[in-house]
């Protein structure tokens, strides 16, 4: 199946993913210093909004782009679940649950930059396969 809209995206699905979770874990009482619960939330939107922004680009250039700023905002998320657990905000299993996604996350979008350079002046949407 061909890729025709950033939804098809299994990255972009993960990323949602990702974002439901963090929500969740955030929005538990225990969650409590504000400018974290912000901030990871910011940072875990960041994945998805960069990998639908990068597929919409006109070049598989400008998506590599859009793809490593998703890749830094996945590790700023698992940074700040360190802080979460640390302050005992989030549980290990918590904790190992998003993180694991976190990884999975940032191997996809690596796969996806290395498989985007073999066609630097493509639109993305013009070789990408299911």
């Known amino acids: 199946m061909k890729i025709t809209k950033f939804e098809d995206l299994k990255v972009w699905q993960l990323a949602r993913e990702i974002v439901n979770n963090i929500y969740k874990i955030t929005n538990k009482k225990r969650f409590k210093y504000y400018e974290l619960n912000s901030q990871i939330r910011r940072a875990a939107i960041s994945i998805m909004s960069n ?3 990068g597929f919409n680009r006109f070049s598989n ?3 590599v782009h859009f ?6 905002s996945a590790v700023e998320v698992k940074s700040q679940l360190y802080i979460a657990i640390d302050q005992n905000y ?3 299993t ?8 976190l990884d999975e996350c940032t191997k996809m979008c690596s796969g996806l930059i290395k498989h985007l350079l073999k066609y630097p002046g493509n639109k993305p949407s013009e070789h990408l396969n299911t």
């Not at 793809?67 to 830094?72: G, Q």
């Not at 918590?94 to 996604?101: A, G, P, Q, V």
């Open 67 to 72: 793809l490593n700023i998703s890749i830094s």
């Open 51 to 53: 990998i639908a922004e």
């Open 61 to 63: 250039r400008e998506f």
């Open 94 to 101: 918590e904790f190992n649950n998003i993180s694991d996604k």
């Open 90 to 92: 989030i549980s290990e």
